[in-house]
């Protein structure tokens, strides 16, 4: 489980908003995937979420790059070309799992690869562009 408390927060709100709602989302899914070990696999519930999961990403990543245009944030396309990189990822992950319902692989994803990258990511591009938001005045409307 993510513990929101021990995310690190950034410096808009709109970002940190997004990231307790992936939080939630993705401790809804290790949820699922957990009780699969006491032989209680949902796996619709899983596609379900993890479908959840994706869009909600799309949405969230798609605030982050609408700001960083607007400010016209230098390094934009290394940030918006990672969110691209976790997109086709988390699509693939989702595609397997309904085909072949392999809860291991859909395990090391959701319980290492994605938390792990998830804290990362804030610690690292969305920290430096919340603070460019903010610089800049921003959040701005559009
Ligand atoms: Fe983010
Ligand atoms: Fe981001």
């Known amino acids: 489980m993510i513990d929101f408390n021990e995310v690190p927060k950034v410096a808009v709100d709109f970002m940190n908003e997004d990231h307790e709602e992936a939080t939630h989302i993705t401790n809804s899914l290790q949820t699922l995937v957990g009780a699969a070990d006491n032989g209680e696999v949902n796996p619709q519930g899983i596609s379900d979420t993890l479908e959840e999961l994706l869009t909600h990403c799309r949405e969230h990543f798609a605030r982050e790059e609408a700001q ?38 859909l395990k090391q994803y959701t319980l290492e690869i994605l938390p792990e990258w998830f804290v990362s990511h804030i610690e690292s591009m969305d920290s430096v562009t919340a603070m460019f938001i903010a610089r800049a005045g921003g959040p701005f409307e559009l």
Do not use: C, G
Request: proline letters at 5%; zero cysteines.
């Open 68 to 105: 960083m245009q607007k400010i016209n944030f230098p390094p934009y396309h290394i940030h918006q070309s990672e969110h691209q990189r976790v997109l086709d990822e988390m699509t693939q992950v989702l595609e397997n799992w309904r085909k072949h319902e392999e809860i291991a692989t």
